[in-house]
Nanobody
């Protein structure tokens, strides 16, 4: 069984919304959990994080449009994406780390995240 499994991707029109889900293995409960995306020809980009205490933080590029949340059991994290734009087209990945201990989120650097899901494709057409 995979540790992190994304779902919910698809093709939408600009301006529409989409909610992604990531099933989280119990071994990552209390970790810093994050959403990243990678568009063709671009580097993987951090979008949203939730730490072991439930505090959230966002990249400037998506703040106010994307929202990360977690279910009460800690088994699933979500990424609510509103007012989607064509430039949001990418493969979206969830990731986990306890690099800084206590489930803290202190960086967007991909090398600090030890676990990754396979990704789910999001396509936004104009």
């Amino acid at each position: 069984q995979a540790d992190l499994v994304e779902s919910g991707g698809g093709a939408v029109q600009a301006g529409e919304s989409l909610r992604l889900s990531c099933g989280v293995s119990a071994r990552y409960h209390g970790y810093c959990l994050a959403w990243f995306r990678q568009a063709p020809g671009k580097e993987r980009e951090g979008l949203a994080r939730i730490d072991g205490n439930g505090r959230t933080s966002y990249a400037d590029s998506v703040e106010g449009r994307f929202f990360i949340s977690q279910d009460n059991e800690g088994t699933t994290i979500y990424l609510q994406m509103d007012t989607l734009k064509p430039e949001d087209t990418a493969i979206y990945h969830c990731a986990a780390t306890n690099f800084w201990g206590m489930g803290k989120c202190r960086s967007w650097m991909t090398e600090h995240f030890s676990a990754w899901g396979q990704g789910t494709q999001v396509i936004v057409s104009a």
